[in-house]
């Protein structure tokens, strides 16, 4: 036992020794993190720490959202890679530890006199049992960094997770809102026809008196032709809209049960938006980039570790005995301990180029994670600036819509009685539909940039 302190002493000494690079976070990322937000912002606690059951309050919104969390195939494959992952993780924990088998044999040889006269072979016997036990000491750390860099990937592969689940709201809610919206433009079309077709009538009527002149009824012909086309252009783009939010919920198309409005959502108006410098820790993405570069730098200690000798133990203890009676005796007791040292002397840098080939990937990792920093607070400030201008796009449209209604109104009173031409209602009634067109789409498109941010902002998982 005094023979073995000291070796062990040693062993357990160099295995502390590991070597390769140390993960510390780029200085680029500090100093490109600004204070604030450059687009004006409100309360400074995020949207980000609600959940979306907390920011949406359409019960029918809620519901396709939880159907798209429990079923959508993109999510499912996700949670899917972070088992993958784990199991991983655990192979790589278990190579740090002894590797321990067993095994036994049994030979019986009869060769005839004769033949063992010529030497061709003797009877012989032998039975054993073996256990064998073979373990590499992690002196270089190379195991070790095997490990964090499985573990690393592990948290990249939930923080991958966590995005996916984040995105799959966000089209939801997005989908649903262009959904409404779609059933909002759709009536305004299907009621803007019913009043081109009382025009037509109209205008019919006038033409068999010789009132009105042909062009006149063309004029109406044409724009009731317009509207009609423009609700089946809109019923197209539903069923689209309606079997894309089958995909994300994981079924096949049914037509998607309506719930809000879009004019009767109630979502936060002073969108508050936090620091900057929380989305590096708050947003999936950034989080699973920096992840990646991590593993990357335990790769790098893996190289340089295969640079150094390796030591390993291999041993066996068990039975043997040419008699299987009297195999589990005291003296049928044999056993062995090897230790082997080995490594490279000369291959022509190819361990060298092994270390610079994953110095060069981490680089790679580093300019990934910076760019997904940068891309994340564009598009944070991409959102706020959505925000306010559509909202105020909105209001503008409100006060577009009012305008052009009341000057349909006074084109119609012009020309029934005889002051202008059905020209200029026409001019007028197509203006009236623009603005409510429009203003439809600003709203839509104000909601769902509200849905922009809280992804942006890396909330909701």
Known sequence: MKNLIIPIFILLVLAGCAVGPKYSRPETVETKTPEGYFQPVGNPDSISNLAWWDVYQDTVLRSLIQNAVDSNLNLLTAMARVEEAQAILGYNKANMGPAIGYGASARASDFGDRAQEAGVGFNTNSYNVLGNISWEIDIWGKLRHANRAAYAELLASE??????????????????????????????????????????????????????????????????????????????????????????????????????????????????????????????????????????????????????PSLSLTGF?????????????????????????????????????????????????????????????????????EIRTYSNEYDARVEQVTATTKSLMLSKALYDNGYTSFLQVLDAERELYYSEFEKSLALQYQLTSTVRLYKALGGGW
């Open 159 to 308: 923080e991958n997770r966590k995005s996916i689940f984040i995105s799959v709201i966000a089209q939801v809610a997005e989908l649903y809102f262009n959904l409404r919206g779609l059933d909002d433009r759709y009536r305004i079309t299907e009621r803007t026809y019913q009043t081109r077709l009382e025009y037509l009538r109209i205008i019919n009527l006038r033409f068999e008196k010789g009132d009105v002149s042909e062009l006149d009824k063309l004029q109406a012909e044409q724009i009731a032709a317009d509207a009609k086309a423009g609700m089946y252009s809109l019923e197209r783009e539903m069923i689209f809209v309606e079997n894309a939010l089958g995909v994300l919920t994981g079924k096949t198309y049914s037509p998607i049960v309506r719930g809000l409005q879009n004019d009767q959502q109630q979502l936060p108006l002073d969108i508050p938006t936090g620091l900057p410098s929380e989305l590096l820790e708050r947003r999936p993405d950034i989080v699973q980039a920096e992840q990646l570069l991590v593993a990357q730098t335990e790769r790098i200690g893996v190289a340089v570790a295969m640079r150094f």
């Open 317 to 385: 203890f068990g039975v043997a005995s040419p008699d299987i009676s009297k195999l589990f005796v005291s003296g049928a007791v044999l056993g062995s301990v090897t230790g082997q040292l080995a490594g490279p002397l000369f291959q022509f840098g190819q361990n060298k180029r092994r270390v610079e080939a994953e110095r060069a990937r981490a680089k790679q990792y580093a300019y990934n994670y910076e760019q997904t920093i940068l891309e994340a607070f564009a598009e944070v400030e991409n959102s706020l600036a």
